[in-house]
């Protein structure tokens, strides 16, 4: 494993009915701070990995980039947890659009309370994909199987992205909306389409991690842990997918069930 996200620890460790000490892993937690065009705009706290990726997802999910090629240069320092960011064109990085709320109608249907920048940047799902319940399972299964740095610290959150049963990208990060990121920026390198494609995420669903992935533009998003109600009333007008509680045999689908398809009869 990346010695730059674990650190070795000293505790002390009951169990058993004794207490020793022993060893242990811990997630590493990294201030990361973006320049853009010269002008400080944002300090994140990550795990320090992929942090290309982190950045690209990032600036797209702010409405700062479309693409990759919307930036000039970046330079990252690793050492201190700085980037430095050139666009092709000047615009405005201010945050008072980033933090102010905004009242607006999504699809006709019901006021939600977004982000200004949300507003700009969450997209409606139109895909046509559709899922299995045993691929629901598998799906979720497969994340949790491969989540190794989770298994090592038990401090982060995963999340992967897949296309039809293939998994083509899984990042782990202390900050849920960072692993959504990494996914995000993953794609945008790669240039890899995403309209069909499924996230499956370890944590709870919030609006927050519900508007990331309509940001990165997918139909469906799983997960093992809840949504909230702003998160099914936006998953509702996106016309996006949330399946939650994915645990053993079962789950729940809380929006937009016509992409589950029946169980086939034995």
């Known amino acids: 494993m990346d010695k730059k996200v674990i650190k070795k620890q000293k505790i002390t460790k009951y169990m ?33 990995s992929h942090l290309d990726e982190l950045l690209l997802g990032f600036l797209a999910s ?11 240069e970046f330079h ?17 990085v201010s945050q008072k659009e ?12 019901s006021r939600q309370f977004y982000y ?26 497969e994340l949790q199987d491969g989540s190794t740095l989770f298994k090592g610290t038990g401090g982060v959150h995963n999340a992967a ?5 293939e998994m083509i990208v899984a990042r782990s990060d202390i900050g849920r909306h960072n692993a ?18 499924i996230i499956a995420f370890s944590g709870r669903i919030s609006s927050e991690v519900l508007l990331k992935a309509a940001k990165i533009g997918v139909g469906i998003i799983l997960s093992k842990s809840a949504p909230t109600n702003l998160a ?16 053993g045999g079962s789950f729940n689908v809380y929006s937009h069930p016509e992409r589950v398809k029946p169980p086939s009869l034995k």
């Open 16 to 48: 058993d009915g004794k207490l020793e000490e022993k060893m242990d892993e811990i997630a590493v937690e990294y201030p990361f701070t973006i320049h853009v065009n010269g002008e400080e705009f944002a300090t994140m706290v990550c795990t320090p």
């Open 62 to 72: 702010e409405g700062i980039i479309r693409s990759k090629d919307d930036i000039q």
């Open 76 to 92: 990252i320092d690793e050492g201190k947890g700085l980037c430095y960011v050139t666009l092709q064109r000047q615009v405005p």
């Open 98 to 109: 980033t933090g102010k709320r905004f009242i607006g109608s999504c699809c006709g249907k």
């Open 116 to 141: 200004q920048v949300d507003v700009k940047t969450a997209k409606t799902s139109y895909s046509k994909v559709t899922v299995t319940p045993e691929e629901c399972i598998m799906l979720m299964k």
């Open 161 to 165: 992205l897949f296309l039809g049963s």
């Open 180 to 197: 959504l990121d990494k996914l995000l920026g993953y794609c945008l390198i790669h240039h890899i389409p995403v309209r069909d494609g």
């Open 232 to 247: 099914i009333e936006l998953a509702d007008d996106l016309h996006i997918t949330a399946i939650g509680f994915i645990r």
